[in-house]
Structure formats: C-alpha cells, structure tokens
C-alpha cells in the first residue's frame, strides 16, 4: 500500500502564525504525510476577514484604479504570519513583487490566486519541504478542470518529488491563464494530488472534528460519525451545509481512497472516514446520520384516470423545469401525482404560476397545496440489513406522536426520506436519534 | 330525497329466461327500481358465447356476404329467452325484422347493438314498463361520449316517464347512428342514465356480492367490503380487473349518487356501496381493502450531483413516454432517481434501448435493475386516522419476514404502496390482511 498521506489544511489552520504552528506539528508528526495542500488564511475570530475576500476586494480597486488601498491590509496578514513563523526569506519583498505582478496580470483570477500561493511558499519554507505552483498541476479546460488531463500533468509533475507544499484553489489553462475552482475549491485540489500521487489518505483538516450524526443545534451533544460512505456524505450533505466541496469525491472515489475529515485544533480526535465502501462487519451503528430541512410544500395533483393521459408526470415537470423549480421528491397512485418541493422554489408568483399552467393544461380534478413540510432523511447504509429497523423507525415516530405526511424508500438501499409538519420536525430528529443512537452507545 | 333508483343488469343477469325471471323479482320487490338498464345476454355456462360476441360475428358476415349463419344462434338465444318469459309480441317477426335492419344499416355498431336493443325490449314487454331506445337519450360526438348533451338529452327524454327499461352499451351520433361504448360500457350507460334522472342510488347488478377485501385466490374467503369511495375503488381497481367499467364514476360522482354493487343470484346479500364521500363514522374497518400486481421492474440511476443536471428527472421521463412506458412510481433521494415499472412495458428491447438511452444522453454513474418487484396497495380512508395503524402494517409485514423494496406514501391519504420481491407478494397480502381485518372481526 501506498506510504503517501495527502493533507489539505484548511482558512482556519492557516489563518495566523499560531494556528499554522500546529498544522506544522500535525505534519512533522507523521512522515508520510508528503503532500500538503493549503487554503489562503482564513478568519482568525468570528468578526475577521478572510484574506481571499480582502484579495477579491484588492482585485476590485487594482481593476478600477490601478492602486489598492486594501492590499495593506492583505500585506499585514502575511508579515505577521512570516515574522511569527520565522521565514527564511523577506516577506515584505515578497509581496512588494507580487502586487507588482498584480498591476500586471490585472486578472480577478490572478489576484485572488495569491492567497494561496503566498500560504504555500510560507508553509514550504517553514518546513522545509518543496513548494509546487498549482498553476504547473492543475489544468483547466474552459472555466472547468479538466479532470484527466490534471490528473496526468499532477502524476508527472509530481512523481520523483517528496514532501511538498501546494497552493489550493486554482490552477491554470494551457495558457498559463490562472483559473480558479469554486469556493471551497482547496478541497477540491486535495482530491486531485491524491489521486495524481496514489495517496492511502487524504486528509481534510480543518476547524471541527468531523461529521456529527446531526445538527448539533437539534440534538444534544450528537456523535462524531467515525466512518461512512460517500454515498452516506452526499445524503446527509445535501440537506444541510457540507464541511468538503462536493466536487472533491469524484477524483478520490476514482482511486478508491478515503477522505479523513480532521481537526487541526484537535489532532487527537480520529475524525470522520469517508469511503466509497464500507464492509457492513466494520460498522457498530444502525445508522450513520440524519439529515434534515424545513420548509418544503407538496402539491398533490388528481385526475381521474390519470393514466390515460400520455406523459402526465413528465408534462407537470416540464412547467416546473420552465419556472426552474426543483422537484425532490414524487409521491404517486391511482390517479394522484405529487411533488415535493422547496418552498424557496415557489416564492413570488412562481406557485400560483405552476397551478395555474397544471389547471390549465392538465385539467386535473384537484390541485391540493400542503405546506410547512420537512424532510428527514435517515441515513445508514446498514439500515435496511435488519428489517426489524424499519420498524424500530416508525415506532420510534409514531410513539413521539408525529404526522407521517410522506415516505420515499426504494432508490437505494442507504436511505429513507420522511416528510413531517415543520412543528414536528425537531421531535422527529430527536425520537429517531435516540432510538438508534442513545440505545445503543450508552447502553 | 329522489325516490327513483337506477339499477343496471349485466350479462350474466340477461342470459336466459331463468335468470332474468330472477332480476324481475328483483326490480319488482322495490318498486323504486324505476329505470332500469340492461346488457345484452351474456354467458349461461362457462364455454358459452355471450351475445355481443356472436353479433360481432354476424357483423363480419354481413359486411363480407350479406348474409349470416351466425345470426340464427342469435336467434335461439332470444327465442329462449322470449318463450321462457312469454313475451306478448312475436319474436320471430322482430328477430327476422331486425336482421332486415342489419343487412340495409350494415354497420357494425348497428348489427352490435342489436344484442341490448332486443334483451331491453324483452325485459320491458315481461315487466310492463315502457321501452325506451338508448339511441334517444345517450349522445355521441365523434367516437366519444357527449357527457353534457347526453344529460341534457336524457333529462329531457326522461323527466315524464316512469317505468323504464333502457337498453345499454350504445347511444347514437347526431345524426343518428349508432355508436358504441366501449367494452362493459352498459355500466356507464346506467351511470348516465342515473345522473339524467337524479336517482338516490344506481345498483349495479351482476354475478358477484360486490367487491371483495383483496382476491380469494390469494386469501381464504376475505370479506365483503360493505362500503367505499370512488377514489378507494380507483386505487384498488388500478392493480386488478374491476367489476365495474371505470368511466362509471365520472357521471354519478358528479351528482353525489352511490353506487350500489349487487348480486343478481344472492339479492339478499348488500352487496358493496361505492360513495363520493363516506364519513369516517360511518367505518368499523381500518383498511378498505389489499390490492397488488406482480411482475414490477424497478430501474435505478445513480448520478452524482444530479440536481445540478436540470430537469433529470423530466428528461428520463420523456424518454419512457417515447417508448410508450408508464411509470408507477418515482422513489428518488439524494444522487437518485428511480422508476417501478410494469414489466410488459420492457418487453422485447425497450428495456435496453431505454437504459441505452439513459446512459448516453443523462450521463448516469450507475443505472441498476431490480427484477421481479410486486405492488401492494392498502387502502383504506381511515389507514391513517390513527397513527398506529402505519406501524401495524410495518410490523405485520417484518413479523412475517418480507424484505420492503420500496415505500410510496404521500400523494393521498387514502393509501400506501409497497414494494416486495414476487416471492413474498402472497405472504405480505396475507400479513396486512390478517394484522388489520381478521383480527378486528374475528375478535
């Protein structure tokens, strides 16, 4: 196996001189971690600014004025940085040469870029490793990374190196233009080093210890998930914020290697395995999360016979495609087609458009409006293995006197997606996790 | 409240002087029975050929030759019916008249229709009631019914008459030629029939007591259900044949009317009433009845980050229509979107030209069928008036150890559709059935 760790340390770690000590200490403490991606510094206390926001703002008054006020501001950071940190070079000649090349690149992308590239020189230095441009690895095609071609170009680049800082975020066209991946997208060149250099392990550090079974908000103290599927990620992830861009799990998935979310601030804590596979023998929980989001309205549509009329459902979608409303999910019978939507898709006239063309077009009997809905989805790819689960579910609700308004089971395997009035939803949560989680941990 | 009652009488109740000596009892035990409409004789034993089915070959020979063997088993048929009644006209003369009338209309709606025509003349002759041609009062426009010109028509043509026998399964075009209903549709000529007159019920006579709770081939002598909605009966008629044709309800539902479902050899049974509306008090059971179908395909496709292929959903959909492939239902979650299809829908190549097709234009990571998935559906108007019939039905399906493949529930309140492997299709419409009805009569 593989000897290579990739570790991608995020705007928190690297926000200040006295947080990057500690991403030093996480990587002098294990030789194999041989990669090390960076994210520009982030905020250092709630109300602060991220440099990549100052940059942007840098780009702004560089494009209007040919000057920029805020890049003092930017200048600090990085002296502060490189003095606490005792850097080897001259900061201050550093970022003299750099706004230099700032007045003449004048790109948004190139401005922005620096962040990173001046976090990796530091951490390079500091360490004593090697610090490799991102523009020589990643390679976009268009405004999009061209995933193979980045793929070849990191392997090559990076086959005979060892210990090796890189600049998260952007990348570069065959040009040489600076390209930038989305928000968040130092994620993203983490996934793609590890797959280039056939990592065992990329590591995601950053401010929290991992993945929680739930939103802390609702339920007490909840668990740190200790392994789960991608799959499971992407359920959980889509009804609330993900802590790693999506976009990082094609490339790692690719090479089958895992991503350990890790908190730099607590480098004790094992944190979160994602894998594409998880044997069911190495798994102690029935469940692995449980997601959820409120606010979401049905509509229920019947029309006798309904199946007569060719294309019924597909009709409906289209008017809601038009007025680019999303459907999650399509609750259907005998002469009945539903779905369910986010109400933030039906705001303005967009709702009583969408009636107005499914009465008018589809003449259907009714056109029911049910509101203030919230999904649940329960997340576990070992829920189904025991069928007695199911059960415990719905018995968990039904004893906490929730209103079942939909069930969606059956596309895969890894979850089952509930819909309960708003008013009930924290219960929900909150019955399901201590029936499956309580119960077990603290027996 | 109106005083007049519409019952129809099938096939089966026509097919001999014997037996419709028995629905002369019936309509003269309750002089209510005011209009009465009749199918042409149907079956006397199993292997015989029902009326309609001889006519139709009678149509053929008349158009090919201008003459008809076939038309003298008719003949005896009728015969039969009319000495065995003792009818005060001479059959022979009508019977060799209206073959005349064949041979000059040469149509094969005309020659068809001949079968009720005469069956009402009959009946009306024996029970002194006035015959009345269902070409004066059931309209047509084009090849379809007129629904508000024929209430206009039949209201009219009715309001003075008392004592009627109308003959079913056609009316006539405007300008006078007769046109068909389409197979069993003397069903939906007494529900017109019915609507025209405001009956307080239409009865709907055949050779069976009603609708029973789910298929005696399947449960041991299940019960009769006493009552029910349209939309109940829809959702359990959607999954097997129905007794009654289902444009039936359109017409009666419109004017609050129940329809009573009898049988002609057990009067003394009830027999099922099909209302609008029935008020939750008015039930002692919860479930109304089981329905399913076996032989579902379910197709399962997998993207990563489908939400952000815009109207995934509506695409895959419009794929299916093309194909001429209706799609049950829509289980989908996160990354996945899903399709429980009937089988003979993806006979031939239609299955692989529809996932060739998903493959190519959607881009999916993984499209996976599951074969062999049968559909059950509980229904009843009360299953979720109280919460604890949800787990009742979970529990009694896991206690006999069926593997859930998919759960739709949401699109009404009326009932819940699941997915289970063929194999357990009997064992789990036995579970839910003993759990909900055996226990609560047999208590």
């Known amino acids: 196996m593989s000897k290579i760790k990739v570790a991608k340390f995020g705007g928190t770690s ?71 940190l005792n850097v080897s070079f001259s900061i201050e000649t550093v970022l003299d040469q750099i706004f230099k090349e700032m007045l003449y690149e004048e790109t948004v992308e190139f401005i922005v870029s620096r962040g990173e590239y001046l976090s ?30 980045t793929n070849k170009t990191a392997r090559k680049a990076l086959k005979h190196k060892e210990y090796v800082v890189i600049s998260g975020f952007y990348g570069a066209n065959p040009r040489g233009d600076i390209k930038l991946l989305s928000r968040g997208g130092a994620d993203v060149t983490g996934a793609l080093i590890s797959r280039a250099v056939f990592a065992k392990v990329y590591e995601n550090w950053s401010d929290i210890d991992g993945f929680l079974m739930c939103d802390p908000r609702i339920v007490e103290n909840p668990h740190l998930i200790d392994m789960m599927t991608y799959k499971e990620l992407r359920a959980l992830s889509f009804m609330g914020a993900s802590v790693i861009h999506s976009d990082t799990f094609y490339p790692v998935s690719k090479e089958g290697i895992p991503i350990n979310a890790r908190n ?4 004790s ?20 999360g449980i997601a959820g989001l409120n606010n979401f309205t049905l509509i229920i549509i019947e029309k006798h016979l309904m199946d007569e009329t060719p294309g019924f459902d597909r009709k409906v979608l289209s008017f809601c495609e038009k007025l680019d409303i999303q459907v999650e999910h399509f609750p259907s019978g005998t002469d009945t087609f539903s779905m369910m939507i986010e109400s933030k898709y039906l705001t303005g006239d967009k709702r009583e458009t969408l009636i107005n063309q ?22 576990g790819r070992n829920l189904m293995a025991n069928k007695y689960n199911m059960l415990k579910l719905f018995s968990a609700l039904v004893n906490t006197n929730i209103t079942l308004r939909m069930i969606d089971y059956g596309s895969n395997g890894t979850n089952i997606v509930i819909g309960v009035d708003d008013i009930d939803y924290e219960y929900a949560i909150n019955a399901v996790y201590n029936e499956f989680v309580r119960e077990d941990h603290e027996r």
Chains 1, 2 share one sequence.
């Not at 090697?130 to 061209?146: N, T, W």
């Open 264 to 267: 730099t601030f607590n480098p």
């Open 14 to 84: 690297m926000a200040s001189s006295e947080t990057i000590k500690k991403v030093i200490d996480i990587v002098k403490n294990d030789e194999e971690r041989k990669f090390i991606v960076v994210s520009a510094p982030g905020k250092r206390f709630s109300d602060d600014i991220k440099v990549t926001d100052l940059l942007y703002k840098v780009a702004d008054e560089i494009l209007d004025s040919q000057t920029s006020a805020t890049y003092e501001l930017v200048k600090q950071r990085f002296i502060e940085i490189a003095f606490g």
């Open 120 to 149: 990796a020189m530091i951490l390079a230095d500091v360490l004593g490793f090697e610090f490799v441009d991102a523009k020589d690895l990643i390679r976009f095609k268009g405004s999009k990374v061209d995933y193979q071609l």
């Open 358 to 379: 499914i009465k008018k077009t589809m003449k259907p009997d009714t056109v029911e409006v049910l509101e203030n809905i919230s999904l649940i989805s329960i997340v």
């Open 269 to 288: 804590s094992p944190g979160t395995f994602i894998y594409d596979y998880v044997p069911a023998s190495k798994s102690k929980n029935v469940i692995t």
